[in-house]
């Protein structure tokens, strides 16, 4: 048994594509795999480290912008597409798949796109309430579109529906919190978990500054963050602000967090943006979380994904236009000051998770499969 996957550009749409596969490869171990991905993208990295063969083909997006350099890239982009598809082609043709899946982003279009052309059923998996734009162009050539919420299913009017929930990792699943603070080397003081996604969000690093120099100061606190691709500047500020990460033993900085189900496993408190896929890993995990949804997102999704979570009692919310230092310093020094107060919000974080959704995801590969 031979399954493409394409998704890519964000670990939003990557970390699902990996979750299927090896929730595949548990079940079937002698399945083999490949992976499409764009030739610039962060899929580059995460899928060979997570044991999967990829290859590569140069898609990108249109610019929604009226500018010169933006018809510029657009036109660049038109001519991307065309020669992305015959890239897929080729690659399809030479690992003859069983079943194509995809999960998003750009370069998950030519992909399914051109395979579901070739006669190989596809299936697709949408991860937000308000689905991208290339899942809703791809929902009619393929068999199956799984959701992660019933709120998706009216942007998919005439296609095969099935609602399954996010797929999330075996590891996180698995990961356990003494085990984990065991291998990164953490005591007993609070743990505090916090990044802004792959690219780093400067308004989430500027805000979350104050609280690590704090506790690089008082060590009051352990500190795990992530401040991204473009967050270079991050340690000089909180060096700045009095704390040396190079000196700080409480402090673990960084600008990517690869082995993220260790360093959630092991936090007390998730400060992060509100993302379909990092949703769905806090509830697994029953994580307590400071959520700051992205603002630059369609339909302002992520606010609602937070808000979901917020009426629940699972996290707390705190609005971009309303973040600062202050706000992060004080919502989570009132989160953590006592136990009783962290195991209600993690209570209520796990009552919300669908455990099951990578088992859900599996019947339908085995069903377009006919699968025993």
């Known amino acids: 048994m031979k399954i493409l996957l394409a998704g890519g550009g964000t670990a939003g749409h990557i970390n699902p594509a990996l979750a299927i596969a090896g929730t595949i490869k548990s079940k079937r171990p002698d399945a083999e795999f490949l992976f499409i991905g764009n030739k610039d993208g962060m899929e580059q990295r995460l899928v060979p480290q997570a044991g999967f063969p990829i290859e590569s083909i140069t898609i990108s997006g249109f610019q929604r912008s009226l500018a010169p350099k933006a018809f510029v890239e657009n036109v660049k982009t038109i001519n991307r597409s065309v020669a992305s598809s015959h890239e897929a082609k080729k690659i399809i043709k030479g690992f003859q798949p069983d079943l194509c899946i995809g999960t998003g982003g750009y370069v998950s279009g030519p992909v399914v796109r051109t395979a579901a052309k070739m006669g190989i059923p596809c299936i697709i998996h949408e991860q937000n309430a308000y689905p991208g734009v290339t899942n809703r162009l791809l929902a009619r050539r393929v068999k199956k579109v799984m959701l992660a919420v019933e709120a998706a299913k009216p942007y998919f009017k005439g296609a095969n529906i099935v609602v399954t929930g996010n797929p999330v990792r075996g590891e996180i699943l698995t990961a356990d919190k003494t085990a984990s603070r065991k291998k ?159 195991a209600k919000f993690s209570e209520n974080s796990k009552k919300m998770a669908i455990t099951n959704a990578n088992e859900r995801i599996y019947s339908v590969v085995k069903g377009i499969l006919n699968l025993v």
């Open 184 to 342: 990164l080397g953490l005591d007993q003081r609070p743990v505090i978990l916090s990044f802004g996604g792959s690219l780093g969000a400067q308004k989430i690093n500027e805000a979350v500054s104050d609280l690590i120099a704090r506790s690089g100061r008082d060590g009051r606190y352990q500190h795990i963050h992530a401040y991204g691709k473009f967050g270079g500047w991050f340690p000089d500020m909180v060096k700045e602000k009095g704390a040396d990460i190079e000196e700080c033993k409480n402090l673990d900085i960084r600008p990517y967090i690869d082995n993220m189900p260790e360093c959630m496993a092991a936090a007390d408190l998730v400060i992060c943006r509100a993302g379909a896929i990092t949703l769905s890993e806090i509830q697994a995990m029953g994580k307590p979380a400071i959520l700051i949804p992205s603002p630059n997102v369609a339909e302002n999704h992520q606010y609602h994904n937070a808000m979901a979570l917020v009426n629940a009692g699972a996290a707390e919310i705190i609005e971009e236009s309303d973040l600062s230092g202050e706000a992060v310093i004080a919502k989570a020094d009132s989160m953590l000051q006592s136990a009783q107060t962290l």
